[in-house]
């Protein structure tokens, strides 16, 4: 079992839909966490942090549930620009900052 | 342009050769990683630097990968023997001591082995 786990997809979903993914991890000293967005053959860039307390970021917002050891995604009124592979990312708390990401979940938004 | 910046973009090679890459951070960014990524995988950590010093290596790191950082701000990445299954995009990544330790990608450097 891979320690950070994404549905690979892809969704498919019209403009204007709303959208949730799920990230998984295994590590219970796994202490913060992130969603990157991925354009094809580009580098990942910085989606937004999930703190404890949720995070909101115009049209997206982030959730962590330590209990059940995972981070959501939730993009409101889709976009075609939208369309992207979104990565998951964990650091341990393992007195190191060794970051694991997960494979990606691909998201295609129609016209 | 203040970001992560990588060089080279693109390095073909054969199969036998060494290469070396380079890293150059956020200015301010005392942290510095680097990864592998295939396609259709997410990145996967190789190394990771705070200051001058490699303070964690994977274990997928074989012995003919080294990185160093030797003045605590650019990095280099060398592959000694290159294999074909090394080809891969080369990334690297800048965090701050401060904060939630985001981190800062740059654009990547593709290398083909042949």
């Known amino acids: 079992r891979k320690e950070v786990e994404q549905d690979p997809g892809p969704f498919n979903v019209p403009e204007g839909a709303t959208v949730a993914f799920n990230c998984t991890y295994s590590n219970s000293a796994s202490q913060s966490f992130f969603w990157y967005r991925q354009d094809c053959r580009k580098e990942p860039k910085l989606l937004m942090s999930v703190y404890s307390s949720g995070n909101e970021d115009g049209r997206f917002t982030a959730q962590l549930n330590r209990a059940s050891q995972y981070i959501s995604l939730l993009i409101r009124d889709s976009k075609l620009s939208d369309s992207a592979t979104y990565l998951c990312?964990?650091?341990?708390?393992?007195?190191?900052?060794?970051?694991?990401f997960g494979a990606g979940t691909r998201l295609f938004v129609k016209a | 342009d203040t970001g992560v910046s990588q060089n080279p973009r693109h390095k073909i090679t054969k199969r036998g050769q060494n290469v070396t890459f380079r890293c150059d951070p956020i200015s301010e960014h005392n942290r510095l990683y680097w990864y592998r990524q295939t396609l259709g995988q997410g990145p996967e950590f190789l190394t990771y630097?705070?200051?001058?010093?490699?303070?964690?290596k994977s274990r997928l790191l074989s012995d003919r990968f080294s990185a160093e950082r030797p003045k605590g701000s650019f990095s280099t990445l060398e592959i000694q023997r290159t294999e074909q299954g090394d080809s891969a995009m080369y990334l690297c990544?800048?965090?701050?001591?401060?904060?939630?330790?985001?981190?800062?990608f740059g654009p990547g450097t593709r290398l083909t082995v042949t």
């Open positions: 990312a964990v650091i341990r708390n393992t007195g190191g900052f060794k970051t694991i």
């Open positions: 990544a800048s965090s701050s001591y401060r904060g939630v330790r985001e981190q800062y």
């Open positions: 630097f705070q200051n001058e010093a490699q303070l964690e």
